[in-house]
T-cell receptor, first 111, second 115 residues
């Protein structure tokens, strides 16, 4: 049973445009959500997080939106840059210390 | 952000031997450390959660006698893969967290190849 789902395994975007990465969850106990970026053969790097009391959190080019009623969150990257090309993992936490990860979305930003 | 250092970054070992992977939080005290395993094109699979000074909590299906985890201090956790077999070949990643509701910071990962 996959509690955190990233239904798009890959996404390709033109440099300068917006990248939108989506994530759905099923566990209503989740109250903290995070996005991580990962390059091959490296550990994930924390990008941005949001708690369930908010519906938006912005940090530079990265904005995370949370829709609790739909159990959906998204990561917006504007403007997208070639260096943003990586695998992006959505993660959720609630009720315990464990982070539950989605399967990741591979983002490719084309120059 | 905080820094987590993982060592070695890659290791090749013979089948039947044991391998130890270290995870250190360099500039913060990690009250909790996590160990993950990642298969190609798959998500991070949590193997175990460890709190400093106590026994690790293993996820279902993870053999605790095979994957020995020690969290002796607030800055160091180790994962020992005992009697390694080729099917243990994988990418192992650790992470450390300062508190309960904070982001976890990840090490750079260890590529283990058992031949």
């Amino acid at each position: 049973d996959q509690q955190v789902k990233q239904n798009s395994p890959s996404l390709s975007v033109q440099e300068g445009r917006i990248s939108i990465l989506n994530c759905d969850y099923t566990n209503s106990m989740f109250d903290y959500f995070l996005w991580y970026k990962k390059y091959p053969a490296e550990g994930p790097t924390f990008l941005i997080s949001i708690s369930s009391i908010k519906d938006k959190n912005e940090d530079g080019r990265f904005t995370v939106f949370l829709n609790k009623s739909a159990k959906h969150l998204s990561l917006h990257i504007v403007p997208s840059q070639p260096g943003d090309s990586a695998v992006y993992f959505c993660a959720a936490q609630g009720g315990s210390e464990k982070l539950v990860f989605g399967k990741g979305t591979k983002l490719t930003v084309n120059p | 952000g905080a820094v987590v250092s993982q060592h070695p970054s890659w290791v090749i070992c013979k089948s039947g031997t044991s391998v130890k992977i270290e995870c250190r939080s360099l500039d913060f005290q990690a009250t909790t450390m996590f160990w993950y395993r990642q298969f190609p094109k798959q998500s991070l699979m949590l193997m175990a959660t460890s709190n400093e000074g106590s026994k690790a909590t293993y996820e279902q299906g993870v053999e605790k006698d095979k994957f020995l985890i020690n969290h002796a201090s607030l800055t160091l956790s180790t994962l020992t893969v005992t009697s390694a077999h080729p099917e243990d070949s994988s990418f192992y990643i650790c992470s450390g967290r300062k508190g309960v509701i904070t982001e976890a910071f990840f090490g750079q990962g260890t590529r283990l190849t058992v031949v």
